[in-house]
């Protein structure tokens, strides 16, 4: 596991490595966004952390991979609050994307400028 710190924020995300990952042959790689309510809670409204799980498999059963975990991109980028509004929206049953619109969040992709640019601070 390595600790990283984004050169643009300030923000701290980790990078979980399995096997010998240099190299020219293609690895597993999975980016994922930090999901309080599905990552850490279970929260069956999204599937963050079934996403997660999954790749966490993959990964161990190829033998060599690498998970990075942005944390503070929660609901990509819109914080948990916004999040936690968008749920209550997918209820009547507006998916994700659609629960974002509706509260006034442009469906964006995900911002990932931080990932590669950023320093490690432990192994």
């Given at each position: 596991?390595?600790?990283?710190?984004?050169?643009?924020?300030?923000g701290?995300?980790?990078?979980?490595?399995?096997g010998?990952?240099?190299?020219?042959?293609p690895?597993?790689?999975?980016?994922?966004?930090?999901?309080?309510?599905g990552?850490?809670?279970?929260?069956?409204?999204?599937?963050?952390?079934?996403?997660?799980?999954?790749?966490?498999?993959?990964?161990?059963?190829e033998?060599?991979?690498?998970?990075?975990?942005?944390?503070?991109?929660?609901?990509?980028?819109?914080?948990?609050?916004?999040?936690?509004?968008?749920?209550?929206?997918?209820?009547?049953?507006?998916?994700?994307?659609?629960?974002?619109?509706?509260?006034?969040l442009?469906p964006?992709?995900a911002?990932?400028?931080?990932?590669?640019?950023?320093?490690?601070?432990?192994?």
């Amino acid at each position: 596991m390595h600790a990283y710190q984004s050169i643009l924020d300030g923000g701290e995300h980790v990078s979980l490595v399995q096997g010998h990952v240099a190299g020219p042959e293609p690895v597993l790689v999975r980016v994922h966004s930090e999901c309080l309510a599905g990552d850490v809670f279970g929260s069956g409204c999204c599937d963050c952390d079934a996403q997660l799980q999954v790749s966490l498999a993959q990964v161990a059963a190829e033998g060599r991979g690498v998970v990075v975990y942005l944390r503070g991109k929660e609901g990509r980028g819109s914080g948990f609050g916004h999040s936690l509004t968008a749920v209550s929206c997918q209820n009547p049953g507006l998916d994700r994307l659609e629960a974002n619109i509706e509260h006034g969040l442009l469906p964006i992709p995900a911002n990932m400028a931080s990932a590669p640019r950023s320093s490690p601070i432990s192994a």
